[in-house]
């Protein structure tokens, strides 16, 4: 057993704290957002996080589990976290800010020979600042080690306790083994590299990732202008062991915390460092296109989006979170809502307050049956299972038009096809180019509410 502190108990330091207590560490865990705090303490989780109130419960219960809203006089753990959000910022470089104040209050409290290990994704280079920032702050001996995390949000816990391998960059070799030894109990492979390449090995994941996305969203456009179908195009592919057939799966293109700031920030170390980040710059750019090209074909199937009311289902980033950071769902809602577009929203799990706080461009329903009801289209934007499982054709008359766009590939076309949906998708020939177009004749016109 370990004494660890975690600062920044967010969606990555609230999960590996509540984690590292279940593998037996006593965990300390420090974090300035009070309201945070006093949910944690209480056993709840203030993050949508599927399994993590069961760890907490455990944590807070043995006692392994603490939670305060404040630094210690003293900090008596041996090996501290820094968890705390690194947000891009406006051309894209990362904002150091919170990880200066975290290094800065922990580096003053701690032992010698106790180690801060970088948790959060910080640009090439951080980890040697925060050894100067350490070592001005506590003349001490303290070592840095970064320690990447590669946990997607929605299945955290089940990547934290079942990692493809454990990266940990350092200058100082005992420090790397005494992290390691942290996850020894887990029997994933230790990836031991100076602290630059721990660093870049998560950015160039990272951004390999959403390279892989923006590809088959690019595959998609072809797939769509030539009449095949993408997602078969995905499991030709995936099924060769060199290219895999996860993060293939074509739609409204990647959102998040994540990949938006961390594709951003790579592209504009290289940039900054007199490289020149042409295939990082058109990942972003295909991501971009991608909300926009939905927006046209709605404009097109619909004759226009003013005046028109759409339902948008979801609007956290991806399913199981309840972060809509960067989502695709409130871009694509706020873009159909510059063109005159009355939109409305629907999410399971993301609260109404955080929708209105995000977008001050649509209005929450509570219900998919109250969205639906005129609507002239409903897009699936999220695949959250609610939605997957949803009787759409026993609420297709009560909508002014029956154009369902399944921006996720998640549907069953044929289905909604029969049930009098015109439906729509991305790269498939189910696309509205094979589906009758619904006439926009007078007579639909007026049905539609048109003047
Ligand atoms: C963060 C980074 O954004 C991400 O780049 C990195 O890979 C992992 O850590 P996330 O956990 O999603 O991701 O951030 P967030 O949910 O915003 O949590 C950060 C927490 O740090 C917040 O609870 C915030 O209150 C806390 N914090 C921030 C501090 O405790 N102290 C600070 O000085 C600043
Ligand atoms: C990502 C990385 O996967 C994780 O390793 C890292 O630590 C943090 O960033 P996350 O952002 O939580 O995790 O979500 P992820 O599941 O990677 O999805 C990212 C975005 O890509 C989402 O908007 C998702 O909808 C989209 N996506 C994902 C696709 O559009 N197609 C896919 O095939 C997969």
């Not at 820094?82 to 910022?89: C, E, F, K, L, R």
């Not at 289209?377 to 499982?389: G, Q, S």
Request: proline content about 4%; overall charge negative; some cysteine.
């Amino acid at each position: 057993m370990t004494r660890i502190a975690v600062v920044g108990c967010g969606y990555v330091g609230g999960v590996s704290a509540a984690c590292f207590a279940e593998l037996g560490h006593s965990v300390e865990c420090i974090d300035i957002n009070t309201e945070r705090i006093a949910l944690y303490r209480t056993g709840k989780s203030p993050i949508h996080e599927p399994g993590l109130e069961e760890l907490l419960a455990r944590g807070i219960s043995s006692g392994r589990l603490t939670f305060r809203d404040c630094y210690p006089e003293f900090i008596d753990a041996e090996i501290v976290f820094i968890a705390v959000n690194t947000p891009g910022s406006s051309e894209g470089a990362a904002d150091l800010r919170a990880v200066r104040d975290a290094v800065t209050s922990v580096a003053a409290r701690l032992a010698p020979g106790s180690i801060i290990v970088n948790k959060s994704t910080v640009p090439i280079g951080t980890g040697d600042l925060v050894e100067g920032m350490a070592r001005r702050v506590n003349a001490e001996r303290i070592s840095v080690v970064s320690n990447p995390e590669f946990l997607r949000e929605g299945s955290a816990v089940a990547d934290f306790m079942r990692p493809d391998r454990i990266v940990l960059g350092s200058n100082d070799p005992s420090a790397v083994e005494r992290v390691a030894r942290l996850y020894s109990s887990l029997e994933a492979p230790v990836v031991q590299v100076d602290i630059r390449t721990a660093e870049m090995i998560k950015y160039a994941s990272n951004a390999f990732l959403a390279t892989k996305i923006s590809f088959i969203n690019e595959i998609a456009a072809i797939c769509e202008a030539l009449g095949a179908d993408v997602t078969e195009v995905a499991r030709g592919m995936g099924m060769d062991d060199r290219i895999g057939p996860r993060f293939l799966a074509a739609g409204l293109g990647w959102g998040g915390s994540c990949f938006p700031k961390d594709v951003r920030a790579l592209s504009h170390m290289a940039s900054v460092h007199g490289t020149h980040p042409q295939l990082l710059r058109s990942v972003i750019d295909i991501n971009n296109g991608q909300r926009l090209r939905v927006v046209g074909r709605l404009r097109n199937a619909l004759d226009g989006l003013d005046s028109k009311r759409i339902l948008i289902l979801g609007a956290a980033f991806k399913s199981d979170t309840d972060d809509i950071r960067n989502s695709p769902a409130l871009e694509l809602a706020n873009l159909l809502a510059l063109e005159g577009a009355s939109v409305a929203i629907a999410d399971p799990v993301v609260s109404r307050i955080r929708i209105e706080q995000e977008s001050t461009s649509v209005n929450v329903v509570d219900s998919v049956t109250e969205g639906l009801s005129g609507a002239h289209a409903v897009v699936l934007a999220t695949d959250w299972p609610e939605y997957l499982a949803f009787d759409f054709a026993s609420a297709r008359t009560s909508m002014a038009l029956p154009v369902f766009f399944d921006a996720r590939n998640a549907m069953d076309g044929d289905r909604l096809n029969a049930s009098g949906f015109t439906y729509m998708c991305i790269g498939r020939p189910a696309s509205e180019a094979t589906v009758p177009q619904v006439a926009m004749t007078p007579a639909v016109y007026a049905l539609a509410g048109g003047s």
